[in-house]
């Protein structure tokens, strides 16, 4: 049985385009890139070239494009990057709903003698901007924001604080792990100084990503080694990984359109349905300014492992947060972080769809979801208490 799969925000199929492309790197071309022969060259040249398209998906210039091996690699790059550039200031500033890649090295630099600010968020899971512009001050080096929340796809406004952030003397990064592909981006037209991209998001292989470094930003290599990636990454480059990224940026391109549209439209239907058929359903988030593939949905008074199990029965996959902190069985940060009662936090679950989803597998959800939260609130001792107890309105 096909799995549906609705869990794109953790990981995502390998588009067929994106292995084809890869497969000659493998067998035909293995040369290294590095090498002065022609056979290596070759290779070199693909990588230019899937150097470009990661560009061009951005709005960016080939130069500007770092690959790395991850997502979180790209993160902590750009992070130590412009602490070790620029010595003389310790302070970082960032908000409390980030992914584990920045949230935990922030708290390693804040045991370690550096100054971290957090800034708040609202119900809705929207940045407090006037706090996170209260906490610039001279000694501020870095701004770290997620573009949008891997949970509720919150979308935070990086390319307004980055202007604010530009003239204070500081850096400005953004994790844009989820957004990339998503969200038409243009590097051209703001000044985010740093970009994060992760390629397993986006139709790519697991394994590598990429950093995009603007023009004249003050640099420190992470991983010091070779002269690859121009001196700013050591380390023979994954090049059956960069080519498929590379294809993965140009398919990317290609449906942003319809990742706006009918997928949208596809996420929108899911949402609806769940929410007319179950009762004390919510959505978590600003249902308007958000990803067109994302939504968190609160079931009050049930576990949210619960459900995933059942809904694993049928095949649907799905997931109760970011998977990088599946296993835990604390709340989610970012729904804490929002206010979201107890009894719903738990209760939570993320739909994260793709290009490759359809109806009637949406559809088949709506038919199999409601009937599962029915049979486990008929088992939950909170569900049961009488109305004012626990239960709440919505």
């Not at 391109?253 to 319809?258: P, S, V």
């Not at 998977?323 to 970012?334: F, K, M």
């Amino acid at each position: 049985m096909k799995p549906i799969y609705l869990d794109n925000n953790a990981t995502t199929q390998v588009a067929p385009e994106v292995v084809q492309e890869m497969l000659p790197y493998f067998s035909q071309f293995y040369g290294n890139p590095s090498s002065m022969h022609t056979f290596g060259g070759n290779v070199a040249m693909k990588i230019k070239e899937a150097r470009a398209k990661v560009a061009d998906l951005i709005g960016a210039q080939a130069e500007e494009i770092v690959f790395t091996s991850c997502g979180t690699e790209s993160d902590s790059t750009a992070i130590w990057a412009a602490l070790r550039a620029n010595p003389g200031k310790r302070h970082v500033i960032t908000s409390n709903v980030e992914h584990p890649a920045v949230k935990n090295l922030c708290e390693y630099l804040a045991r370690n003698g550096y100054r971290v600010s957090s800034v708040p968020v609202d119900k809705k899971g929207l940045l407090d901007v006037d706090a996170l512009y209260s906490k610039l001050d001279d000694e501020t080096a870095i701004v770290t924001l997620m573009w949008a929340n891997n949970e509720t796809g919150v979308i935070f406004p990086v390319e307004e604080v980055a202007e604010r952030v530009r003239t204070r003397g500081a850096v400005f990064h953004t994790d844009a792990v989820q957004a990339v592909g998503k969200l038409p981006i243009n590097m051209g037209e703001n000044d985010i100084a740093m970009l994060a991209l992760s390629g397993h998001k986006l139709h790519a292989p697991k394994g590598v990503g990429a950093l995009y470094v603007r023009k004249g930003t003050k640099f420190a290599p992470f991983l010091l080694g070779g002269h690859q990636e121009h001196g700013r990454r050591g380390g023979t480059e994954n090049v059956a990984a960069i080519v498929g990224l590379g294809k993965a940026a140009e398919l990317a391109a290609a449906k942003m359109e319809e990742e706006n549209t009918r997928v949208k439209a596809l996420r929108d239907r899911l949402e609806n349905g769940l929410i007319q058929a179950i009762p004390n359903a919510i959505v978590n988030g600003d249902p308007d300014r958000r990803l067109p593939n994302t939504s968190s949905i609160a079931f009050e008074f049930v576990e949210g492992e619960s459900i995933l199990l059942m809904l694993d029965e049928f095949g649907i996959c799905a997931s109760s947060g970011s998977a990088c902190t599946s296993g835990s069985l604390e709340p989610s940060h970012v729904l804490r972080a929002m206010d979201v009662p107890f009894t719903a936090a738990h209760g939570s679950i993320r739909f994260s769809l793709s290009v490759y989803n359809t109806q009637d597998e949406i559809d088949l959800v709506i038919e199999k979801l409601p009937p599962i939260i029915d049979r486990l609130r008929k088992m939950s001792p909170f569900w049961n208490q009488p109305a004012g107890v626990c239960r709440t309105t919505v």
